[in-house]
């Protein structure tokens, strides 16, 4: 009898820890908002990225993003290459979203993590990897297992290659679908 009853708990157990983890893909733009001198500013770019989410309750989770960005510099640029970067991020996050009810479709939620940067500029052998951190808010809604999803986040790493020093600030602006699985 005792064996029935683990057997029904596990049974019962496993769709509902599959609904922790969702996975998601996002496309948008990509907007730097620090020039790196008085004659040399960034273009806005694309952004594309997919992340994994782990919801450990249901208002905070942790989430895996990787993304991938891409800008022009404009003006007098002293750069080797193109003058074009693509900026490849690979970050760890916090989520606190709003707590899951029945029968919520709207899921605002803010984001914050750490992780790293990897900046090339194309026509070019010239890459770098700096530290990075992540700020961002978004919103989510519902279709049952698959949603749609908005957000803005902040990417700020150390800019400190041929002949700059800035902090660099790239906003990240995306939409995107998300499956829970």
Same mark, same amino acid.
């Given at each position: 009898?005792?064996? !029935?009853? $683990? ?11 599959? =609904? !922790?983890?969702?996975?998601? &893909?996002?496309?948008?733009? /990509? *907007? ?5 001198? #008085? #004659?040399?500013?960034?273009? #806005?770019?694309? #952004? ?9 309750? *249901? ?7 990787? %993304? ?15 003058? !074009?970067?693509?900026? &490849? ?7 606190? =979203? ?6 919520? +479709? ?14 090339? @500029?194309?026509?070019?052998? /010239? /890459? ?13 809604? +519902?279709?049952?297992? $698959? ?17 700059? /020093?800035?902090?660099? %600030? @790239?906003?990240?602006? =995306?939409?995107?679908?998300?499956? +829970?699985?």
């Amino acid at each position: 009898m005792t064996a !029935r009853f $683990v057997l029904l708990a596990m049974i019962i157990a496993v769709p509902a820890s599959a =609904q !922790r983890v969702t996975l998601g &893909a996002n496309v948008g733009g /990509s *907007s730097a908002n620090a020039d790196l001198g #008085s #004659s040399t500013g960034w273009k #806005s770019g694309w #952004s594309a990225g997919a992340n994994l989410t782990y919801r450990l309750t *249901s208002r905070f989770g942790f989430r895996a993003d990787a %993304n991938l960005a891409q800008n022009d510099l404009a003006g007098t640029a002293t750069v080797p290459g193109e003058k !074009r970067f693509n900026k &490849a991020a690979f970050m760890a996050d916090g989520v606190v =979203q709003r707590e899951e009810l029945p029968g919520t +479709k709207i899921m605002p939620y803010v984001l914050a993590g750490v992780g790293a940067v990897r900046v090339h @500029d194309k026509g070019s052998d /010239s /890459s770098f990897t700096r530290f990075a951190g992540n700020l961002g808010v978004g919103v989510g809604y +519902k279709l049952g297992r $698959v949603g749609l999803r908005a957000e803005g986040r902040s990417l700020m790493y150390k800019f400190d290659r041929f002949g700059y /020093s800035k902090t660099q %600030n @790239d906003l990240l602006w =995306q939409a995107g679908l998300t499956v +829970k699985l």
